[in-house]
């Protein structure tokens, strides 16, 4: 089982920076692979970005591209997602996601095969 606490949302202005944590709970976070998704009112859950279980490996969805770093310390149990150049359709609800033991990376930009996930943090981009 494994427990997931995001922080970090609020409200900043369209090219501000915001920085996300995602804190998991349970002594085998190396195990798991983790991804950021998001959801905006009236649309489905978006991927934002993902991250191997080692850290060695990251993807992003397009729109995020060269925006948004994820990162992550296995030694801290935590996984991060550094917003850079915010724009209002940035807007949106954001989760923590965690994968035990993905096999490919189309799995990790698949919102239904995450194991757990966070309660979310809003992050509101104003224009």
């Known amino acids: 089982q494994v427990q997931l606490v995001e922080s970090g949302g609020g409200l900043v202005q369209a090219g501000g920076s915001l920085r996300l944590s995602c804190a998991a709970s349970g002594r085998t976070f190396s195990s798991y692979d983790m991804g950021w998704f998001r959801q905006a009112p009236g649309k489905e859950r978006e991927f934002v970005a993902a991250?191997?279980?080692?850290?060695?490996?990251?993807y992003y969805g397009d729109s995020v591209k060269g925006r948004f770093t994820i990162s992550r310390d296995n030694a801290k149990n935590t996984v991060n997602l550094q917003m850079n150049s915010l724009k209002a359709e940035d807007t949106a609800v954001y989760y923590c996601a965690a994968k035990a033991y993905a096999m490919t990376s189309a799995v990790l930009t698949t919102a239904q095969r995450y194991d757990y996930w966070g309660q979310g943090t809003q992050v509101t981009v104003s224009s």
């Open positions: 991250i191997s279980r080692s850290g060695g490996s990251t």
